[in-house]
């Protein structure tokens, strides 16, 4: 399949270099359709006039975006570098004392910039795995730099104050999104973000002799399984918020082509469709989990980053007469999808109590068994599992259906964002320090508990050989989840769980080469088919690490409560519990706002 969007970024066209005086580019012409920079040429058009704290642009009818809606900057003192003697934070007293460089992070920080690529002479990214080629001769696409897995490497950067690759990526990865919209089933859909890209010679046009660079993107069609990712666009936008909010940049955010961009994903993700549910519905294989493992329809990963996502876009659009309605739009679904996720995913010893005893088939608005859940599916395993004190997420939930898997990104993210309640938050924390064993065993942290296995496996997963129980996406740990973690440790004020687990990892990760995952229940052995020297590993590890020197610094990523959205519910919980959805007062209250 042709890659419709290939740059070629060493020659500059007019209509691109006065739109963008900054970034010129050049494109493939084998297109069928107008390009991105018509589109917003077009739409720039009909913009407001020249924010004066922005570089002035050509005389080309093009003005400059206006003010962000509600992004500020940090204000924040700049970390010391290494190897120079640093700071920490103590867990009990909250009191900075002085430290050192450890030999794992003097080698992690190594081997990132080792695993630097360069385009054009300006790094954008970080290779997938430094051994790619190394295991059996198969290099797949451990080469690439992926959205997804570039995310903790560019905190890392920005945490250490590197903050150019962060902004070429952010920028080279807009123009790789697609923007046209096609009837060919296997092209991406428009606002798309490619899964991974990588940096080729190419002939120069009209050159037999003469190679230059080109990005190429891969938006599925290449990766097994052929899905296209889900999560790409929702990091994307979240690490731009980050950037911004670091270093104060708001001219990147600003630009017509960053904001289009924007847009361009939440319409994807906010078009209209048959899904009567306020989640995002998505197909198996769409996220980090990138198997076959029964988690296609709405799981709780996707959702988590979502929520983040939307409230990340609410600070960031400009706010204009065009991008009014898709503010209101991302309201109302923060506010639905708040109120959904801390409803109906939240199990503890209570809510499965309320399960095992709940009626089916009940035909009405004020059904309690809304989703028609039998209660013999409440698995054995959780009988006993469920603690006294704390709750989580469940993995998914359809009709008839509720996986209760713990599954721990979309938890970790949820804690992150706000998406839970501060109560669910605590839950979620005193469960994983209440079977520490199980979800941190000797290596953090497991991707999903407990594994598939027997029938059970063989039907969901296919018999996938990778995903053997206690492996891989089943039930395997993952040390790039450790950052996540920390993330939501300190935003609890438990940064004393988060050193935990760091200093557990820590003991192991620089002897067994940074594996990409970890095998068995107890996570001792190195994951059968681990890539080494994996990136993100090594990134997480070095953002765990930044993250509790400078805790403060956390709040480029995460959210507190938003008692507006909670308002805006006409479903929404209650101090005193939960209280039931009307549809008569949402149709009322929607009724009257029109009015």
Known sequence: MAITSTIRPCCS??????????????????RKYPNRYEVVAQAASTAQPLHPTLDPVPSTGLPTPILLHGLKPLEISPLLPFPEKSRTVD?????????????AEREAWKLLNRAVVNYCGKPVGTVAAADAGAFK????????????????????????????????FLLHTLQLQSWEKTVDCHSPGQGLMPASFKVRAAPIDGNASGEEEVLDPDFGESAIGRVAPVDSGL???????????????????????VQTGIKLI??????????????????DGSCMIDRRMGIHGHPLEIQSLFYSALRCAREMLTFNGGSADLIRAIKNRLSALSFHIREYYWVDLQKLNEIYR??????????TNKFNIYPEQIPDWLVDWIPNRGGYLIGNVQPAHMDFRFFSLGNLWA?????????????????????????????????????????EWRIITGSDPKNTPWSYHNGGSWPTLLWQFTLACIKMGRPDLAQRAISTAEKRLLDDNWPEYYDTPTSRFVGKQSRLYQTWTIAGFLTSKLLLEKPELASILTFEEDNELLEGCACRLSHNGRTRCSRQTAKSQLLGKRA
């Open 235 to 257: 990091w994307w936008i979240i690490l731009l918020r980050a950037y911004g909010k670091i270093t104060g940049d708001f001219s990147l955010l600003e630009r017509v082509d």
């Open 91 to 103: 867990p009990v007293h909250h009191e900075p004392t002085p430290r050192t460089e450890t030999v």
């Open 358 to 367: 709940y009626k089916t088939e009940e035909y009405s608005q004020n059904a």
């Open 266 to 283: 939440l319409k994807l993700c906010l078009s209209d469709g048959f899904d009567m549910f306020p989640t995002l519905l998505v197909t």
């Open 415 to 455: 804690i992150v964002s706000s998406l839970t309640t501060p109560k669910q938050a605590e839950g979620i924390l005193s469960l994983i320090e209440e079977k520490w064993d199980d979800l941190i065993g000797t290596m953090p942290l497991k991707i999903s508990y407990p594994a598939l296995e027997s029938d």
């Open 13 to 30: 066209h007019l209509l691109l270099s006065q739109i963008f005086p900054k970034y010129p580019y050049h494109f493939s012409k084998s």
């Open 137 to 168: 001769g198969e290099l797949l696409n451990y080469d690439q730099v992926f959205i997804r897995d570039f995310m903790p490497s560019a905190l890392a950067f920005l945490l250490k104050g590197d903050t150019e690759i962060v902004r070429n």
